[in-house]
């Protein structure tokens, strides 16, 4: 695999600068991992049941029942849950801005002081609580949370102190909303049935017996498929834009893979990604067609999400927005992050914005015109680089490290670094400017310790410590976690606790995003939270289904290949796919979203990676004390939430065979997002299938929302020991539907293994789990 981005692989002597040009060199400012000061309001009054607000503001409230931040799951009837808490502004918040950053999976509205404030968002989720605070200023927050699924979660709610000015200009962009283009006519209902004929792709099939259902009605039974059908007749305008002779995009999104029909014709088959025909033909436009849309489930429930038409002139307007949503990003991170931002530049954005939005333009004018002002002002930030993502380190090696990290801004990169905190020595990054950076020292001493730290423009981070590889004989320690997309506060929280483990490398099975082609989540998601534990500890990732979002049609995930430096240490690796040793123990990570084969995704054999596979494993059996394989989904899954699920049949028949006769002690899984164990039940029979040599372990209580029910009973598996069910989907009261990360400790033939929990409020829930093996 071609990496777009060269790293810069030197000798340390060639490039080291003395320590006099470091010194007339040095930064202004220093970014710290929290660069404003931040409370974190755990402890919150809670009732659900819709109130009028004065009795949510009222004294009653504080014999309500106490709560913690991301407390378990709300169920229930009541589609309404009050949050209340009183704050006092401590010293340290005397004169800032002071913001409150929520986030929740369902509609939250706030409410300060008895006045409506706030209906924060995923994009927008910070709240202004008072400008040029004074300490002691006392405020009563009320936040009611609104759910529409079968439960819901309320798992951030942080106090910071931003610089003054702030306030007013995180009131002024959630503004900028009102310049969102509508987003297309969706069709609501189409003729549907399951495992219809592929006639029914024909113009002229009859479909009078079938039944009308909703677009996004969601079936079970996997490698199935269902085919919707209709007539459709577009209105001569779709929010304002004309239809008629105008291009037209159709836009289908199936779970999993789809087909589109027009009239009889295939127009497209498209793979997981939103499937696009762009229609230009004047006898479609503006007239009734004919449509059939074909379903193919791979995996759990198959579903016709959404189908809709867009004009062109729309959806380039809703490009140019999402420009703008980035680019205001951009200037919003800056102001997050920088200890000490430009306070002239931020009352001027303010000002542009509110200008923008009070002209006279029209609504694709006004996005136009303040998408190209913001570009302006971000322009004369960037000569004040600020890290995006703090460093992290790669592919430990004897001899050398790989450290990456990314600003915000195009911006030159450093590594100062030494044996004791003088540093001493540097390397530079050569060529053009950047965001993203990438430098490997080699030519270090093997098991020693070395401080660095990286620098950007006038910007450098924190002096940190990292240890290059230990000998076979010495004991180490590493951390597995998983699934910690979707609530970065929790992985956050799972991140601090285990970096009091001051261990040696931290590995993640996979979905470290919600949507691979989402280049926020990869910032917010993953690679921000990991900041208080991947500057110190090697970071190795498992690729999950939900980094491939957007990228199924090419196979392959950009962002992540540019944001990871996995060793390639033997023939046919690659950053999906690759081995490494790490004291007397073996290291092998597989991609089990690669292959695509005539069932669906599976690592079949004959194919590149099987047999990659197949010679790591029997290599690795002959080359160290212990061997252990990480790949994102599980063989055996007792537990999901929502309907039936037991694990990937295709890798019980093709990859546990190569693991269970070839030595491996731990095979390590995420995707179900639970704790669940198996230890050895030798010995294992490759022709049934039955008992284990290994151990089976599903780490997927990283961050993501929580399963909740047993599905299966597999001998191969321990924990959890709750009954399992199929005939329904309710919530069961097994007990290890827990956040969680691993933590091994191998000190020669000895291995000790525990599960650590994580409370809600981010504080240490005690064992989970543990066992020892020899």
Known sequence: MTRKLIPIILFVLLLVQNSFSQKNNNPKFEQTLEPHPVIELNNWHVHAEALPINKVFSKKTDKWPVEMMNYEYWWGK??????????????????????????????????????????????????????????????????????????????????????????????????????????????????????????????????????????????????LHAWSRGIIELPNEINGFPVKNQKIRLEASTNDRGEIWINGDLKLKFDHNPGVVLIDDENLTGKAFQISVKVINQQGSGELRYLKFITEREYQAKQNYAILLNTLRKTRYYYKRHPKPDLKELKNITNIIQSVLTNSENQLQKINTLKDKIYGVNERLRKNPVFMVAPYLQAVKDDGITIMWETIFLADGRIEFGTDKNLGSTITTSGAESTMHEITLTGLEKDKDYYYRVVSGNMSSPIQKFHTKIPEDKPFKFIVVGDSRSYPKVFKNVVKLAARENADLILNVGDVVSSGHNLDEWVDEYFYPMRYIGGSVPSYISIGNHEYGGYWDIRRVP?????????????????????????????????????????????????????????????????????????????????????????????????????????????????????????????????????????WIIAGGGGSDLDYHKYYEWE???????????????????????????????????????????????????????????
Request: glycine share 8%; with cysteine; hydrophobic share 30%.
């Open 559 to 695: 962002p992540y290949e540019e944001r990871v430096n996995h060793p390639l240490e033997s023939t046919g690796s690659n950053e999906y796919w690759f081995d490494f040793k790490y004291g007397n123990s073996n290291f092998i990570f597989i991609d089990a979203n690669k292959e695509d084969g005539p069932k669906g995704d599976r690592i079949s054999p004959g194919s590149e990676q099987y047999e990659w596979f197949k010679n790591s494993v029997k290599r690795a059996d002959k080359n160290g004390q212990w061997t252990f394989v990480l790949f994102h989904h599980p063989p055996y899954s007792e537990c999901w939430s929502g309907g039936y699920y037991n694990g990937e049949a295709h890798l019980r028949d093709e990859i546990v065979p190569l693991i269970e006769m070839n030595g491996v002690d731990i095979t390590f899984n995420g995707h179900t997002h639970d704790y669940e164990r198996g230890l050895p039940h030798p010995p294992y029979d490759p022709k049934t299938g039955k008992g284990n040599n290994s151990a």
């Open 78 to 223: 009541e589609k309404v849950k009050w949050f209340v808490q009183e704050i006092i502004i401590p010293d340290e918040f005397d004169g800032k801005d002071v913001i409150l950053e929520l986030a929740a999976d369902a509609q939250i509205v706030v409410y300060l002081d008895g006045e409506l404030s706030a209906l924060p968002d995923r994009v927008n989720n910070q709240v202004l609580i008072s400008k040029n605070a004074k300490k002691g200023e006392r405020h009563k927050i009320g936040i009611k949370m609104i759910k529409s699924g079968k439960r819901a979660h309320f798992y951030q709610s942080d106090l910071y102190a931003y610089p003054k000015g702030y306030g007013d200009f995180i009131n002024t962009l959630f503004k900028v909303s009102s310049l969102k283009p509508r987003d297309g006519w969706f069709v609501k209902e189409l003729k549907f049935k399951k495992l219809a004929s592929d006639k029914a792709s024909a113009k002229e099939f009859d479909d009078s017996e079938w039944k009308t259902a909703p677009i996004n009605k969601n079936w079970k039974g996997e490698f």
């Open 716 to 774: 191969q598996m321990d924990l959890p020991k709750v009954k399992a069910t199929t005939d329904n989907d309710d919530p069961d009261e097994g007990q290890y539907y827990e956040y969680h990360y691993i933590v091994i400790e191998i000190n020669g033939k000895h291995l000790k293994y525990k599960a650590v929990k994580m409370n809600s409020d981010g504080s240490d829930g005690g064992i989970l789990d543990e066992f020892e093996m020899t």
